[in-house]
């Protein structure tokens, strides 16, 4: 365990303490720092585990911690469609600003995606929507609108949750209730308790839910509970916000990824959705994503928007260009697109064989334990119930990083590693 | 209660699927405790179909004034519309431009087949911000050398005014921040946005159509201890008027004796005279002091790369323990609004700063937009001596960088958008980048007619 936090900390600590010269006139020396009070801040949980990853020189060490998909070789990859949009995009002469509202056309082959390619909410323009820096950038947006103009409105986030969607909500002064999701007894779904949650949220109450694989846990509702949480959601009135970062990543097939979200919109629910092209389009850094709410009308969609369009000038005034120029590039060409759907099933395939590999091999090991769950959840998280000091013997003791709540991502899991790492698994469980 | 309950009891092969999810879903309500009535069953007026939107309140926000200029301006189908709003470069043709050095490093980037797109730090391309610092504070800066500035990468000027706002708002002991009278429209928004309270101090004097420095004196000098105060670091945004290097050296001065935090906002960086080293001085003034401050740095005028959103804010701390500290709260104000900034445009930036050529090419490249910038100040005021318009117009020579605060008033410039098809903001702000010449004379005229006439 100290050797896991040396490790981390050695990442950490960046500089020493030098002493200050130089002639500063007006008795500046004699002044301490504005700044003197700052505490050092906490390191993100899941971005802090590939800063202490990066850090160690050991040649053994996995990074399973943060989800951002590696081939079998353990390599990120650049997808073909990627690269080919990019050689389309080269020696564009646009480099302007693009509207507040983002590139109207990627935004409209986003909204296909989510809505439906012949979705009647589209043709009727009911939808108001704008590009969004990713699902990060979705949802603070959509936070701090519903700060704005539902004032005395919480959001009931999911336990657990993806950590980022706490410091969301709380950045936009929101205040966050809780609802149960996961069941650490069976590793899946606490449905009853989810429902009981909301049932007993007062009416109207606003609710985050994941469209499809659920970030940490792997765990997602099955078609027939999607359809129960929605007709109480109706009796409720509240509104569903959902966050889909995985579309076309869980199963494979982006449609059958969004079924949640169409569910919801054949009972009729003015939802809102956070979608994001890191994952599915391996566009990570550049940021690409879309918030959109549907609303009673077209009139309703124009002011909605444009209010959307109000927060975010003040935040960046508009979205960045390059990633939503490839996701229009590779959308908008059958044949690009077609490639990029195939691409997105390999990646899928890759992480559901993989599942299965390791929870083999785990069997095969003679854990005690059940590691049914490996193959249950879904997407690129396992929620392995390993214990936070487990985690921290699997680092010190096996130089293998991944997030504290015990959280694998899959996608870091290779033909290469998985030996390695269901060895290291059972070891720290073996006594359990 | 688990959901096998529901299964078990909805066995009836004559109900459809929906008559089974409502049966289910009574017997979850039902089975709970007794102080639940069953009217909770019964959609509420509000939900669902027959219901209305819990946004159905909204109405539509305003059109930017700014933005919105670009908006009404695509809209006019005139052959002689010029558009004089928003501040982008446009070539002597009308033309936007991706400079050379832009079009080199991107290619470089491409053929760099290792190249990968992942997420980057919360604080953005490493590289870049060590370039950036260097960049707008001097490769020789003490503050650098001494490891005392931490720099991220944000999305342009105005992500890094949001997050050093942000910042202050939260760690800084005083949440007032002051800001020139007139302003770029889009700072008071920010700040509020970020938490802070926003005064005013006066900067632009519109008898003089330049700088009331008396004014500026007066209320920096009445202005709480410890106050923030935004600073135009060169090329003042809408005035085009800067102080001059002894009314800086003054400026610096009374804030440093009031512990007023300076904030600059760095835009136009070589885009103003033409030198990046002499648009940075008032800002390097500051830090040669040894003092603590804020500046925000945009890519988007002076590389061209607007739309990719390209930009660093630096705090320059006492020593570099607090600039670890300073850094690991930005990360804190940065994750939940966007996770990490984008890798494109910084990418290209750090291509270029890095590589001595291509950073000479720059430079060149620079100073040339800046040049015919000056050139299109030179024949608007020329073109309105030779029309015999009245007043004084030297105000168009002695402003400086993309914009002329021509002083028309909102009528005058409404009367040139109907009858001349000229767009600019309400507030008689030009774009100079927009001009060229063969439009100067057209925009002479609409000046001539507005000062002749009674409008």
Request: charged share 20%; proline share 5%; with cysteine.
């Amino acid at each position: 365990m100290a050797m896991a936090m040396m490790i981390r900390n050695a990442a950490a600590s960046r500089r020493a303490m030098t002493p200050i010269s130089g002639d500063f006139g007006g008795g500046l020396r004699s002044m301490s720092s504005w700044w003197k009070s700052v505490e050092p801040a906490p390191k993100d949980p899941i971005l802090g585990v590939t800063e202490a990853f990066l850090a160690d020189p050991s040649p053994d060490k996995v990074n399973v911690g943060v989800g951002a998909y590696r081939d079998d070789n353990g390599k990120p990859v650049v997808l073909d469609c990627v690269r080919e949009a990019e050689r389309r995009l080269a020696g564009s002469t646009f480099m302007e600003y693009l509207p507040m509202g983002g590139s109207a056309k990627m935004v409209d082959l986003t909204l296909k995606l989510a809505y439906g390619d012949d979705s009647e909410f589209i043709k009727d323009k009911r939808i108001a929507a704008i590009q969004t820096l990713s699902g990060t950038g979705a949802c603070r947006l959509f936070a701090d609108f519903q700060k704005r103009f539902c004032p005395g409105s919480q959001i009931y986030i999911p336990v657990p949750t993806w950590s980022n969607h706490h410091n969301i909500w709380r950045d936009a002064e929101v205040p966050q209730k809780t609802y149960h999701y996961y069941h650490p007894e069976t590793k899946g779904l606490d449905f009853s308790a989810l429902m009981d949650d909301v049932k007993n949220a007062p009416d109207g109450s606003f609710f985050l839910l994941h469209a499809c694989a659920h970030n940490p846990t792997g765990v997602d509702p099955t078609e027939e509970q999607w359809r129960e949480i929605s007709q109480l959601f109706k009796a409720k009135s509240h509104f569903a916000f959902f966050d889909m970062a995985y579309q076309g990543f869980a199963s494979g097939d982006p449609a059958r990824d969004a079924k949640s979200i169409r569910i919801f919109l054949e009972d009729g629910h003015h939802i809102g959705i956070s979608q994001s092209y890191a994952k599915n389009m391996g566009l990570y850094g550049q940021r690409v994503g879309c918030l959109s709410v549907l609303c009673e009308d077209a009139k309703q969609a124009v002011s909605v928007k444009s209010q959307l369009q109000q927060l975010a000038r003040p935040m960046y005034s508009n979205p960045p260009l390059h990633g939503a120029q490839l996701v229009s590039t590779i959308l908008e060409d059958p044949e690009l697109k077609s490639l990029w759907l195939k691409e997105v099933k390999v990646m899928a395939d890759r992480i559901i064989g993989m599942r299965t590999t390791l929870r083999e091999s785990l069997e095969k090991l003679g854990s005690p334990l059940s590691w049914e769950h490996v193959t249950k959840q879904i997407g690129m998280f396992c929620y392995s119930g390993l214990t936070p000091e487990q985690v921290d013997r699997l680092t010190s003791e096996y130089h293998i990083y991944m997030t504290r709540n015990g959280r694998i991502s899959m996608a870091g899991v290779t033909t290469g590693n998985v030996g390695y790492l269901a060895n290291a698994i059972h070891e720290v469980t073996k006594s359990s | 209660m688990t959901s096998s309950e529901f299964s078990s009891s909805s066995s009836s092969s004559s109900s459809s699927p929906s008559d089974r999810r409502i049966g289910a879903l009574l017997r979850h309500l039902t089975a709970a405790t007794d102080s639940d009535n069953l009217s909770s069953v019964y959609a509420s007026p509000t939900s669902g179909v027959s219901g209305g939107s819990v946004f159905a309140h909204l109405v539509q926000a305003p059109e930017d004034p700014i933005l919105g200029v670009t908006v009404a301006y695509n809209k006019d189908p005139s052959p002689v519309k010029l558009n004089l709003g928003v501040g982008a470069y446009r070539t002597e043709e009308g033309k936007p431009l991706v400079l050379n050095v832009v079009r080199k490093a991107e290619q470089q980037l491409i053929n760099d087949r290792t190249r990968i797109k992942e997420y980057l730090p919360i604080v953005g391309l490493v590289e870049f911000n060590k370039l950036s610092a260097k960049l707008i504070l001097g490769a020789d800066s003490p503050a650098i050398r001494e490891n005392r500035v931490t720099t991220v990468e944000c999305l342009s000027g105005t992500g890094s005014l949001r997050v050093g706002g942000e910042f202050l708002a939260k760690h800084y002991h005083q949440k007032t921040i002051y800001i020139t009278q007139p302003t770029w429209g889009n700072h008071p928004k920010i700040f509020t946005l970020a938490g802070l309270t926003v005064k005013t101090y006066r900067y632009y004097d519109p008898s003089t159509r330049g700088l009331n420095f008396q004014g500026l004196i007066e209320d920096l000098g009445a202005a709480t201890p410890g106050s923030i105060v935004l600073l135009h670091a060169c090329a003042h945004n809408p005035t085009g008027v800067d102080p001059t290097i002894q009314q800086w050296e003054q400026i610096r001065q009374l804030m440093r004796s009031k512990g007023l935090m300076p904030f600059f906002d760095s835009a136009y960086q070589g885009f103003a005279s033409g030198s990046l080293d002499t648009d940075a001085k008032p800002i390097r003034m500051f830090v040669a002091d040894g003092g603590e401050c804020l500046v925000a740095q945009s890519y988007a005028k002076n590389m061209g790369l607007y739309g990719e959103r390209v930009g660093a804010l630096s705090i320059v701390c006492k020593s570099s323990d607090v600039a670890g500290k300073v850094e690991s709260q930005l990360k804190l104000v940065i994750r939940p609004m966007y996770s990490s900034p984008p890798i494109h445009g910084a990418s290209i930036v750090a291509v270029i700063l890095r590589d001595r050529n291509l950073f000479n090419e720059w430079t060149l490249e620079l100073k040339a937009m800046a040049d015919r910038i000056i050139s299109m100040r030179k024949q608007l005021f020329e073109a309105l001596r030779a029309r015999g318009t009245p007043g004084d117009w030297s105000h168009i020579i002695k402003q400086i960088g993309m914009f002329t605060f021509t002083g028309l008033n909102p009528a005058q410039v409404s009367y040139m958008t109907k009858e001349y098809h000229i767009y600019m903001t309400s507030d008689g702000r030009i774009s100079m980048a927009g001009l060229s010449s063969k439009t100067v004379p057209h925009l002479a005229d609409a000046i001539h007619a507005v000062a002749t006439k009674a409008v």
